[in-house]
Each structure stands twice: as C-alpha cells, then as structure tokens.
C-alpha cells in the first residue's frame, strides 16, 4: 500500500539555524500538508499546498516558513531561522483532491536547542 | 472555526471489554469527521471517516464510530479490545467543501490492561 514518507525521523538543530523537513507524498495525490505536534499538545494545521501554491495556511505559518516542491516527488517544510518553541514532531499529509482523506506520514521530530 | 473536544484524555480498559471514546465537535457549517490512530513512535492511521450517508461507520480492526448530529458527537467504540489496540486516538474534523484544514482534538490514550 502506498505510503507518505518523511525524512528524517529525527533532527536536532540549533537556535537560529535553519531546517528542511522532507517529505516524499503518495505519487498519484495533488494535495499536500504539513501539521506539527508540540510535545502533549494537540495536532496543529500549518499549511497546506496545491498547483504550485498555497491554498491555505494557519496563524502559525509566518514568515520564518516556507514549503517547496522542487521536483515531482518532494515536498519541503523549510524553517529559515529556527526558535526554542519550533520544537514539534512535524507531519508531512497528502490527499487525491480536497474533499478525500489526507493520509500521514510517521512524522520528523525536531529539537531545537 | 471548528472545535473537537475529546474530553478523555487517557481510558485504561481491561484485554476483552469493550470501551468508548468519546469526541464532541462544534461547527456552524457542515463537516467531514475522522478518527485517526498513533501507535507508540508512529505517525497518524486514518481509523475511520464520516462523509454522508449512514450516520454508523465502520473502519479497520474492528472499530465503528456513530455520527449524531443533534448531540454534535462522534464517539468511537469497540466491543472487545486487544492489547495491540493500546495507542492515542485523535477525533478530527474538516469542513466540507474544497477547505483542506484538518481540525484535531487532544487526543485520548487508550491504555488496554492485560
């Protein structure tokens, strides 16, 4: 069965540093996500991203965040200049259309120190 | 804006009973409700979804959800848990037409006691 894949599981970085989470969508899908989750707290959208464009993003989603598909397989979550309160387990989602199911990577957990 | 509460945030439950999770969700325009699964070091496996149709759904390892609009719930039920069940559920929701955002609650752990 077709899968999101998220790369890497894990990534520690430090304050001020810049990090690209990678993610690889389910091939045939036009739709793509990222959300986060902060340590016991609930999963939060961030943005989300369609023809080449964002079609939606949250408060969260400032300036310091920018996604990417810079081939036909990947899709990034770029964090220009990372912060204490960046640390999250980031997911990477993808779905067919807007109406369908958005299907879950495993996620990448990032540390920032 | 849409809310889910899942106001359980942990349910210990002995191997074999049955158990309910509870989800209530507040929105003023239609929406499309899930249940997804996160087992321990993993990500989010969609459980089952509520589009139309028949207000009980049934999704994968034996789990159904009923959707009561008049109580704005979707509770999450199983008759007879196993071990292998013990994980955190997520009740989200997503309003319906061409809006993407995926609204999720706090999630309950379900911890399925030997």
């Known amino acids: 069965e077709p899968e999101v894949t998220q790369t890497p599981s894990h990534q520690v970085t430090q304050m001020g540093q810049e990090v690209i989470l990678r993610c690889v969508p389910i091939?045939?899908?036009?739709?793509f996500y990222w959300y986060r989750q902060i340590l016991g707290q609930k999963v939060e959208f961030l943005v989300s991203?369609?023809?080449?464009?964002?079609?939606?993003k949250s408060e969260i989603f400032d300036d310091q965040f920018s996604v990417e598909r810079p081939d036909g397989s990947n899709f990034t979550l770029k964090i220009r200049s990372t912060k204490l309160e960046d640390s999250a387990m980031y997911f990477c989602?993808?779905?067919?259309?807007?109406?369908?199911?958005?299907?879950f990577g495993p996620g990448t957990r990032l540390l920032v120190l | 804006a849409q809310s889910v509460t899942q106001l359980d945030s942990q349910v210990p439950v002995f191997e074999e009973a049955p158990v309910e999770l509870r989800c209530n969700y507040s929105?003023?325009?239609?929406?499309?409700l899930f249940w997804y699964v996160q087992y321990p070091n993993q990500g989010l496996q969609l459980l089952l979804k509520?589009?139309?149709?028949?207000?009980l759904v049934k999704g994968i390892n034996g789990f159904e959800a009923e959707f009561n609009k008049s109580q704005t719930s979707f509770h999450l039920r199983k008759p007879s848990v196993h071990i292998s069940d013990t994980a955190e559920y997520f009740c989200?929701?997503?309003?319906?037409?061409?809006?993407?955002?995926?609204?999720f609650g706090t999630g309950t752990k379900l911890q399925v006691i030997p």
């Open positions: 509520y589009l139309s149709g028949s207000t």
């Open positions: 989602a993808s779905s067919w259309d807007s109406q369908e199911t958005q299907y």
């Open positions: 991203f369609y023809n080449n464009e964002i079609s939606e």
């Open positions: 091939s045939n899908h036009l739709y």
């Open positions: 989200a929701v997503k309003r319906t037409g061409g809006y993407q955002k995926v609204t």
């Open positions: 929105s003023s325009v239609s929406v499309y």
